[in-house]
């Protein structure tokens, strides 16, 4: 079992829609959590990092269910602009220095 | 503000040729030091990590090393590539206790 697990899509979705993402991992100790973007070609940046209550930046919510062990991403009122990859991170210790693991990637293709 | 810089951004190199990438940090010390590599379709698989001047940890073996001669600065190198060493090379950087990473531009590197 791959340890972090995500949905390859593409997602496609009109603009203004909401669109969810998902991802599993399966290192029940694992101790933070992160989506990051990648555009076509570019090093992937940070999105947000993902909290036990959850959290919210301006269109983007971000989930953490540990009993489940999934992570998800609600991108609401959906821009041409959030066409991206989405990345699933995870760093299975928790100490300051990590080693992330990354999820492939679920893409979102966003149309006018 | 701190900076990651990463060079060159793309790179075409004979089977057998020598490789040096090179990636510098600046607007901080001491920090933690990683080498990615992306092959197409594929998550990003962790390489080498550094937390310290000539302290390198390799995490999969392979036809690559590492070398961190001054604090700031962190080298991926080999000195004969395969075909199977193409892929996206993306440095990242972190500093002890905080969470996520930041990555270089990286580096395209096909062998032909």
């Known amino acids: 079992r791959k340890e972090v697990e995500q949905d390859p899509g593409p997602f496609n979705v009109p603009e203004g829609a909401t669109v969810a993402f998902n991802c599993t991992y399966s290192?029940?100790?694992?101790?933070?959590f992160f989506w990051y973007r990648q555009d076509c070609r570019k090093e992937p940046k940070l999105l947000m990092s993902?909290?036990?209550s959850g959290n919210e930046d301006g269109r983007f919510t971000a989930q953490l269910n540990r009993a489940s062990q999934y992570i998800s991403l609600l991108i609401r009122d959906s821009k041409l602009s959030d066409s991206a990859t989405y990345l699933c991170?995870?760093?299975?210790?928790?100490?300051?220095?990590?080693?992330?693991?990354f999820g492939t990637g679920t893409r979102l293709l966003v149309s006018p | 503000s701190q900076t990651i810089h990463q060079w060159p951004a793309t790179l075409v190199q004979p089977v057998g040729s020598p490789l040096s990438l090179e990636c510098t940090v600046e607007?901080?010390?001491?920090?933690?030091l990683y080498w990615y590599r992306q092959a197409a379709g594929r998550g990003l698989q962790l390489l080498f990590y550094?937390?310290?001047?000539?302290?390198i940890s390799s995490e999969v073996p392979q036809n690559l090393s590492a070398s961190r001669p001054q604090d700031r600065q962190f080298i991926l190198s080999s000195k004969k590539l395969l075909l199977s060493d193409s892929g996206f090379y993306l440095c990242?950087?972190?500093?002890?206790?905080?969470?996520?990473?930041?990555f270089g531009s990286g580096t395209r590197l096909t062998v032909v």
């Open positions: 990242a950087w972190n500093r002890a206790g905080y969470y996520g990473y930041t």
């Open positions: 290192n029940s100790a694992s101790q933070s």
């Open positions: 993902v909290y036990s």
């Open positions: 991170v995870v760093n299975p210790t928790n100490t300051g220095f990590q080693k992330l693991v």
């Open positions: 607007g901080t010390s001491n920090p933690n």
């Open positions: 550094s937390v310290g001047i000539g302290q």
